[in-house]
Antibody
Framework: QVQLVESGGGVVQTGGSLRLSCEAS????????MYWVRQAPGKGLEWVAV????????HYTDSVKGRFTISRDNSKNTLYVQMNTLRADDTAVYYC?????????????WGRGTMVTVS | EIVMTQSPATLSVSPGERVTLSCRAS??????LAWYQQKPGQAPRLLIY???TRATDIPARFSGSGSGTEFTLTISSLQSEDSAVYHC????????FGQGTKVEIK
């Protein structure tokens, strides 16, 4: 079954840390550029981070630079994001997603999301 | 930074009617534009990418058009299950979403 399953969300104090995981199955994870996208309660979608298939290139939205680190383990078909120095405005549902095709940047597979609450 | 602006914010439409949603980019994004449908408590679902290509298993009543800075998502005949928030997203160089349009069924 083609799917992405996020885990690791929860409630954390301001300034704390959390690591989210996204386990992929049913497709060639090691060939895919992968993304983290978040959605604050009642708000729109926001791209957070991207990592190239080989893990060699990573980009972040400005608001998380220096605090979040995206990584992947292709041997485990798993994507991660380490979130440090968390702030109240990081509160959101965090989704992992893959592209519809190489270099497209449109996301055809999403996980169900994991909620992160910073208080 | 390219800003994506969707209009209207909310739309109330009767079943069977034609629906047109707008997405405007503050600078040209060529055809690097996608549309997503999101229902409450669910992840977004890709409808359209490259401005006009329907994603896998998306019904033909959904169509996309436009290029540059002006884009449209059309639902040719609204069904009750189409009640959702619709997001546009540009992906030329970076990835930015619009604020969404909520489509309600009358």
């Amino acid at each position: 079954q083609v799917q992405l399953v996020e885990s690791g969300g929860g409630v954390v104090q301001t300034g704390g840390s959390l690591r989210l995981s996204c386990e992929a199955s049913g497709f060639a994870f090691s060939n895919c550029v992968m993304y983290w996208v978040r959605q604050a309660p009642g708000k729109g979608l926001e791209w957070v981070a991207v990592i190239w298939a080989d893990g060699g290139t990573k980009h972040y939205t400005d608001s998380v630079k220096g605090r979040f680190t995206i990584s992947r383990d292709n041997s485990k078909n798993t994507l991660y994001v380490q979130m440090n120095t968390l702030r109240a405005d990081d509160t959101a549902v965090y989704y992992c997603a893959k592209e519809v095709g190489p270099g497209t940047g449109a996301f055809d597979l999403w996980g169900r999301g994991t909620m992160v609450t910073v208080s | 930074e390219i800003v994506m602006t969707q209009s209207p914010a909310t739309l109330s439409v009767s079943p069977g009617e034609r629906v047109t949603l707008s997405c405007r980019a503050s600078q040209s994004v060529s055809n690097k534009l996608a549309w997503y449908q999101q229902k409450p408590g669910q992840a977004p679902r890709l409808l359209i990418y490259d401005a006009s290509t329907r994603a896998t298993d998306i019904p033909a009543r959904f169509s996309g058009s436009g290029s540059g800075t002006e884009f449209t998502l059309t639902i040719s005949s609204l069904q009750s299950e189409d009640s959702a928030v619709y997001h546009c997203q540009r992906y030329n160089a970076w990835w930015t979403f619009g604020q969404g349009t909520k489509v309600e069924i009358k």
